[in-house]
């Protein structure tokens, strides 16, 4: 067993390695510098560089040596090691291992070539990578979840690769490292340095949110995006599924709410497409938290639901216009207990991510019927407590079917009662490091999403500021340091679309990647930088339409 | 014959009905206003649009009536009218229809059912669309240049439609609008409302630049381009080929230069990828522009071409780094001149873009043998002309080629002497309105290029910002006016290849392509937001994916 089942002294080895291969690090590229100016040096190139210089995220220690091992696409295999509580029968893996057999060999030249010996290279040859699951409890027939364990160790020597985890999930995250450590030379090769690799994730949260409310994402572009999320070890899909703009969530209670919510016929997710998602995530380790935000960002639920909106009045007179979930009558919480029931159980993750967010109050103030159940129950004017009232209703629904659920900030700032393993996303950019200080130190867990927020585009390398970001740079105990327990890339939908979203997202997202996943001084700008480039080609030859770093140019462009 | 002939009378009655347009679209959309929340109203819905409501650019004149033509796609024709001086032989035209056919009805329902006759509806069937050229000289055979005729007359009334232009160029332009005109209902019948249209484009110079340098855009990448240019009624396709980072032109004469300063041996435009795009191009009535910029942006060139860069010193030793192009040897000229004859004719366009920006002196500085040389031609320390000695030398080579020449103003403000054809890029952001004062005032043509540096991006709709600026808007004589002749939409490549090039561009370049197409007067921020949300909605429909211009959807999302 290893990462955080790893005694005192595998951790001060640990330690002490990582200090060791980052000083090397160092000195091999020097210190980070600002901004580069367009100089050949900086440009990028993925030929010629060393195995470790293409690993995205960085693992926690790497030792590698200058051996090399030769890999036969028609001999290698991937199988399950002796000793695996795992076997054939665990479809996740044997999923996996096709997966990444054809990410490894798939595309190359050897396949239009007829099947040949390795062509009198010198390098001795790599067989199987055997992989060896420790737990008895491999994880292979369920869901990912936040105690999880990602942990693995991998040691590539002649002729047998072991990739050791605890669960299916650190096989997985192993899986794609070694696939990061195979490399095609210009012959045709596939080579593979000796390595050994001990590595784990800083932060069990390591989230991209997804928005298919102010524009429908067709699954196949959700899928695409669960295939990159994998390639940098990311573990979360929150998945803002509605809001104002359109309802595509296909109700099996209240099919209305997409029928008229929705943008069109089309435009909605299917309960097969939606057992799709998930069920491609979970082969790829990767959670998906829906989000449905109330009681505000709700206009789209209102065309399907009768009086589950706020009537908006002008004068004593209903406008026509509608604002909030209306938190003052008891339909509203039938039809909440009702819908959330089904969302319980369509979605498996123990969380559901219940908005919460942005409430604009002018509309509760119009109406008369409000004001008078604010006076009865003794609220003064104070519509913070209605909103909180509100949420709380829903917690207790949620709560009842065994849910955990996640929140914006406000709700935590507006005081509603929280259950203690409610997590509080972080998301108002404006001083934020203070909110972690007061969330935690409340004792409540918390999800960093503000300096991450990618539907936010400007000019020139900007992932190199989502990088820098230390999450743990607030005030606290270290007690407080432990409730922070991940962050979030945010890709919000007003500009997105299935035309952009996928070189919009990475490899900006994979900045935030490494930094979720990556030891906390893993911190220097031209050793990422270089590693990026390579990535993002990667990424490209993996089929995911990665942008540019800057300026160069990839073996295998975009198709 | 219409446009640039038409007669005072005509011109008055032209404006008199522009007027009448613009009121009716100002009463229709109320008054501009600043970006809007999201509001329903705002979102795109390309549904219940009316025909005038998807036009983009929008034509000098139109008028619509609302009775309804249908078209049944297996019996419309597109053919040349009586009188034209087109026919069968006209390979440009007949590719036109084809194209046009099929943008019009080839993905659409229809086929997918058996042939039918036209469900019974009671509109009247428009069988035909007639294309009349009236000059002798149609075009059909020639390349498009500055001074082609673009305008065109449209009249769409039962039976038969007709189009009528002076040359094959306006002929292309109304099909394109044509084809918008035409839409498909919700039963898949297709309808055209009755319709008269004048137009022709304010600007005879409308492009777009992209840089191939910077990144390598696949030929497929640039087609595509094409096509959407063609959609957007552009004209030039300003081609800024190579640059420092690489030299993908696979030379004739010279073949060294991408041998050794393209990215890769896959890295290349061949002489019949070139002559692929100036064809494409040329059926899209699009010239092609190639731009070879010297004497700075040339590091590219220095690995395949022995002493054609400056060896930069320090301190009386060569540091074996390399700056300008090397202006004081004789070897230079002679490869120029010979380069330049292979440019000359590779590319027909009557213009070269000879570049000249950002040279930096440092080098020119350092070096010793540049020093004597200033001294010799007493230049003293002024670098600019030394400059202006080197683009003289380039400027005379390539007239002696009978071929005009574009420059960056650098080259105009460094007073180097320009033949009176020049024509004279503005691309300096900071007071460029002043800098068309100048260059008019001296007596040039000129292109601006400055406010729409579509690489630079930022958050939100940034296309009214492309939008609102007027070209001439600067201080100068009528005749001045008349010198600036168009402007482009510059999409640098230090963060574009092709995984971001196409949403990127589109439909921000279209905001510059309605500004250089429509007449001054169209310029209501409402009236072209829901235009243009149509419109990409098209491009998307057409394979261009083209990105959101905000919230909304389009009924075919992208594929």
Same sequence: chains 1, 2.
């Avoid at 943008?263 to 380790?285: C, F, K, M, Q």
């Avoid at 509203?332 to 319980?344: A, G, H, R, V, W």
């Amino acid at each position: 067993a290893m990462g955080r089942t790893m005694g005192l002294a595998g951790l001060l080895m640990g330690l002490f390695l990582v200090s060791a291969v980052l000083v090397s690090t160092s000195l091999r590229h020097g210190a980070p510098r600002a901004e580069p100016g367009p100089k050949p040096a900086e440009w990028e190139d993925a030929s010629g560089a060393g195995p470790e210089d293409s690993l995205w995220p960085l693992p926690q220690w790497v030792r590698t040596s200058r051996r090399q091992l030769q890999l036969a696409p028609d001999r290698f295999q991937l199988l399950h090691g002796a000793g695996s509580s795992a076997g054939p029968a665990c479809g996740l893996l044997q999923d996996a291992f096709r997966r990444y057999y054809e990410l490894m060999f798939g595309q190359s030249r050897w396949r239009k070539r007829s099947r040949r010996p390795l062509g009198g290279r010198a390098e001795p040859e790599l067989l199987q990578l055997q992989v060896v699951i420790e737990s008895q409890h491999s994880g292979c027939h369920s869901y990912p979840h936040l105690g999880s364990s990602e942990a693995y160790h991998l040691t590539v020597t002649e002729p047998v690769a072991i990739l050791k985890a605890d669960e299916v999930w650190g096989a997985l995250r192993g899986l794609e490292t070694f696939s990061q450590l195979v490399h095609e030379d210009d012959y045709g090769s596939f080579l593979v340095n000796e390595s050994e690799i001990d590595d784990f994730p800083r932060f069990a949260h390591r989230g991209i949110l997804l928005d298919s409310s102010r524009h429908y994402l067709p699954v196949k572009s959700i899928l695409t995006n669960l295939d990159a999320m994998a390639f940098n070890k990311f573990n979360v899909l929150h998945w803002h599924i509605v809001d104002d703009q359109s309802f595509p969530y296909q109700s099996i209670y209240f099919p209305e709410l997409s029928d008229k919510g929705a943008y069109s016929y089309n435009h909605v997710y299917t309960p097969s497409d939606v057992h799709l998602v998930i069920e491609y995530a979970r082969l790829r380790g990767i959670r998906v938290i829906p989000e449905f935000d109330t009681p505000g960002h709700t206009q789209s639920w209102g065309k399907g639901q009768k009086d589950l909106l706020t009537p908006c009045y002008n004068e004593e007179q209903p406008t026509g216009s509608f604002g909030p979930v209306n938190p003052i009558l008891n339909t509203t919480y039938d039809f909440m207990t009702k819908f959330f029931k089904e969302i319980s159980s369509v979605f498996p993750d123990a969380y559901i991510h219940l908005g919460g967010d942005e409430v604009n109050f002018d509309c509760w103030k119009s109406n008369p019927n409000v004001k008078e159940f604010m006076k009865k129950q003794g609220f003064g004017i104070d519509y913070a407590k209605l909103e909180s009232y509100y949420i709380q209703n829903i917690l207790d629904i949620v709560s009842s079917y065994n849910k955990g659920y996640m929140v914006w900030q406000e709700v935590f700032d507006n005081k509603a009662q929280l259950k203690p393993d409610t997590v509080v996303q972080v998301w108002i950019e404006n001083n934020y490091a203070h909110e972690l200080s007061s969330v935690t130190g409340a004792g409540f867990t918390a999800i960093l999403a503000a300096p991450w927020y990618l539907d936010y585009i400007s000019y020139g390398q900007d992932w190199k500021k989502y990088y820098s970001v230390e999450p743990l740079n607030f005030l606290g105990s270290e007690k407080q340091k432990k409730l922070l327990i991940g962050g979030e890339a945010c890709l919000w939908g007003e500009f997105v679309d299935a035309t952009n979203l996928t070189p919009r997202l990475w490899p900006r997202a994979s900045a935030v990647g490494e930094r979720l996943w990556s030891s906390s001084n893993v911190t220097d700008l031209e050793d990422a930088y270089k590693r990026l480039t390579i990535h993002r080609c990667r990424m490209l030859r993996r089929g995911i339409s990665a942008e540019p770093v800057f300026v160069g140019y990839c073996a295998h462009e975009a198709r």
